[in-house]
């Protein structure tokens, strides 16, 4: 997913012509996709910032629908990724029900739709920017713990492999 959401990044990037200047690479990550300062992410924290992501990239799609034919390979992509998040998400409700729902609440609230195009258009790069790093960070952190298990076991292995002392 994290090639996949680079990818993505890219292309809008390009497409949107908001690639001059690094427009978009900003530092001003969402609250939503921010690494909690304590404690290791696991697949469990995956939820909260799938949820957000599934709610951003619905924004996206709808605000790239009222400029682009049907077909646009923007709409394409934004889906493939939309439907990835919403996988994740369903993967992780099957793992991890979530618990029953508080009464009153509300859902995340989307982008005002007074922001001018250009502006969503960014806002909207610049989400795509962040979930590109967010999930190229969570890879990584997968890849190293694979790594770490793979190290262990074989540790484990050659040791149990030693004669016993007489």
Not at 61 to 82: G, W
Request: hydrophobic letters at 35%.
């Amino acid at each position: 997913m994290a090639e996949d959401a680079q990818e993505l990044f890219t292309f809008y990037e390009k497409e949107q012509h908001l690639d001059i200047h690094n427009m978009c690479r900003t530092n001003n990550t969402p609250e939503w996709l921010r690494r909690p300062a304590k404690g290791p992410w696991g697949l469990r924290r995956l939820r909260r910032p799938a949820i957000h992501m599934d709610q951003a990239l619905q924004d996206i799609i709808r605000q790239q629908r009222n400029l682009h034919h049907p077909e646009a390979e923007i709409l394409r992509r934004l889906s493939r990724t939309h439907r990835k998040v919403r996988a994740l998400l369903n993967n992780l409700a099957g793992l991890f029900p979530a618990p029953s729902p508080r009464p009153g609440r509300r859902p995340l609230p989307s982008p005002a739709a007074s922001l001018s195009i250009f502006r969503q258009k960014l806002q909207g790069c610049q989400i795509l920017w962040s979930y590109a790093r967010f999930m190229a960070e969570r890879s990584a952190e997968l890849d190293a713990g694979s790594r770490r298990t793979r190290r262990e076991k074989g540790r484990s292995h050659r040791s149990s492999r030693l004669p016993a002392p007489p």
